[in-house]
């Protein structure tokens, strides 16, 4: 701007580049960004480590393992809970029944219940309305319950569409994501006819 001789404009743009190039040196720096030395905490977080000016999450961070677990899982509770009290049943049956083992499937299994729960109770509703059709009904009310029904049925497909994925999911988690294939070559000659089976097993008693 200075060349079009807008000293003015020249100089508010040196002030933004000035204040400009002192965030990012502050950004680059923690000790000038938080203005204390960071101390890293469980799953890697980090904050700062000066006990005079503690931050939010800082007790979060560093308190034990099993304290830490335990309340998650009474967050985990409390938040499918606020779902409905059977989705609560089926996350913990869930859970028991595929013998979760870390935070990562029982967040899982919980959402996986949910969302099935969600998709019955919207089919159940979507056969309600489909019931009320009837065929001595108004023309107009029938059409507002078909409406509804085909709704509501597409509604539910998609909640337990997302409970299925969320299985699938979960057996890529314990499978690590890979498919075993196996191959068998079977030779039969003319003539000859063969049986090919994955697993036969013996009945007790028989030799």
């Known amino acids: 701007m200075s060349e079009r001789g807008d000293r003015h404009?020249?100089?508010?743009?040196r002030y933004d580049a000035a204040y400009l190039e002192r965030?990012?040196?502050?950004?680059?720096?923690?000790?000038?960004?938080?203005g204390s030395p960071l101390s890293p905490g469980i799953g890697g977080e980090v904050v700062s480590a000066d006990?005079?000016?503690?931050?939010?999450?800082?007790?979060?961070?560093?308190?034990?393992p099993d304290l830490l677990?335990?309340?998650a899982t009474e967050h985990r509770l409390a938040l499918t809970g606020k779902v409905s009290g059977p989705a609560l049943t089926l996350a913990l049956e869930m859970t028991e029944s595929i013998g979760a083992e870390n935070a990562v499937e029982r967040n899982l299994a919980h959402q996986i219940a949910v969302m099935h729960e969600l998709g019955l109770t919207l089919a159940a509703r979507a056969s309600g309305f489909a019931v009320d059709v009837k065929?001595?009904?108004?023309?107009?009310?029938?059409?507002?319950?078909?409406?509804?029904?085909?709704?509501?049925?597409?509604?539910?497909?998609?909640?337990?569409?997302?409970?299925?994925?969320?299985?699938l999911t979960l057996e890529r988690l314990r499978n690590g994501g890979q498919q075993v294939v196996t191959v068998q070559y079977v030779n039969v000659q003319e003539?000859?006819?063969a049986?090919?089976?994955g697993r036969m097993d013996r009945g007790e008693g028989r030799k």
């Open 69 to 71: 677990a335990a309340e």
């Open 195 to 197: 049986v090919v089976a």
């Open 9 to 13: 404009g020249a100089e508010r743009e």
């Open 135 to 167: 065929t001595w009904a108004p023309e107009q009310r029938q059409q507002v319950q078909s409406i509804e029904a085909a709704r509501m049925a597409r509604a539910a497909a998609r909640a337990l569409e997302a409970s299925q994925r969320g299985m």
């Open 23 to 34: 965030q990012a040196d502050r950004l680059s720096d923690p000790l000038l960004a938080v």
């Open 191 to 193: 003539g000859g006819a």
């Open 51 to 64: 006990p005079e000016t503690p931050s939010l999450y800082q007790n979060e961070v560093r308190q034990p």
